[in-house]
C-alpha cells in the first residue's frame, strides 16, 4: 500500500512535505521500517535539505537556475528542458529510514518537493515498508 499526496506550486521553489510524510507514517502504523517518497513528474524532484534557514532552500533554486538555464539551444518543443535536467540531477525519489514511528532526520533536515516547472498541479507517493 502506498499513500498519495497532492500540491499546488505556484514557483520554482521547495516545497516542504514533510508534514504530509509523517502522516503516511501514523496511517502506517509501522513502528521500524523503510520510507520511500517518490515523484511521478519529469520537472520535480524529491529532495532533502535544510529546514532551520529558508534562505538555503532559495540558494539551491538560484543555484540550479545557474548550473542548468534554459538555453536556447533546447530543443524540446514544451520550453521546459531545464526543468527536466534540474529532475535528472535532484532526483525523482528519496529513501528514508523509519524508528519508533517516525522518520530518522538529521536536526537540520526535513523533506521537500522541488518544483522546476510551475505552476502545476502536482502529485508524490509515500511507501512504507515495515521490517
Known amino acids: 500500500m502506498y499513500y498519495k499526496y497532492e500540491l499546488k506550486t505556484n514557483n520554482e521553489a521547495f516545497y516542504n512535505i514533510t508534514d504530509m510524510v509523517d502522516d503516511a507514517i501514523k496511517k502506517s502504523g509501522v513502528e521500524s521500517g523503510i520510507c520511500l517518497v517518490f515523484c511521478p513528474h519529469t520537472t520535480a524532484a524529491i529532495t532533502i535539505n535544510e529546514n532551520a534557514d529558508e534562505y538555503v532552500a532559495k540558494d539551491v533554486i538560484l543555484a540550479s537556475k545557474t548550473a542548468f538555464p534554459k538555453l536556447e539551444g533546447f530543443r524540446h518543443d514544451e520550453g521546459n528542458s531545464d526543468g527536466h535536467v534540474k529532475c535528472s540531477m535532484f532526483g525523482a525519489s528519496e529513501t528514508l529510514i523509519i524508528d519508533k514511528g517516525k ?23 509515500v511507501k512504507i515498508i515495515e521490517g
Do not use: K
Open 103 to 125: 522518520l530518522v532526520l538529521g536536526v537540520w533536515q526535513d523533506i521537500y518537493f522541488a518544483e522546476f516547472d510551475p505552476p502545476r498541479n502536482r502529485s508524490f507517493f
